[in-house]
């Protein structure tokens, strides 16, 4: 793989990780500019997680198959979530893993 195609990944990959990561924080993301009126859905926290989610994944997918290493970016944890691509209600509460060593995207 090249080194732009390796650069651009890299940056792919921390940019969707920071959209998890702000949909996990509650945080604004584009999914609040693009679906507005779903604001007020209870179900909207939902949603938004699992649209980052399905991002992350699809980055990592291409990472993989571009043999990047994408799990030096991430946790033993996290990486092991990923690979197990099931966004459970584990996933949610501990992708931080400790209060200790949270460092919530800005």
């Given at each position: ?43 909207f926290f939902w949603y938004k997680r699992y649209v980052a989610w399905s991002e992350l994944l699809t980055i ?47």
């Open positions: 793989m090249g080194q732009l195609s390796a650069d651009y990944l890299v940056t792919k990959l921390s940019e969707a990780k920071n959209h998890f990561e702000r949909a996990l924080d509650c945080k604004h993301t584009d999914f609040d500019d693009l679906y507005p009126y779903m604001i007020e859905h209870p179900q990592v997918k291409l990472s993989t198959e571009l043999e990047m290493d994408w799990k030096e970016q991430f946790t033993e944890k996290q990486a092991e979530y990923i690979t197990s691509r099931v966004m459970s209600s584990r996933v949610l509460d501990e992708w931080y893993e400790t209060n200790d060593s949270k460092e919530h995207v800005s």
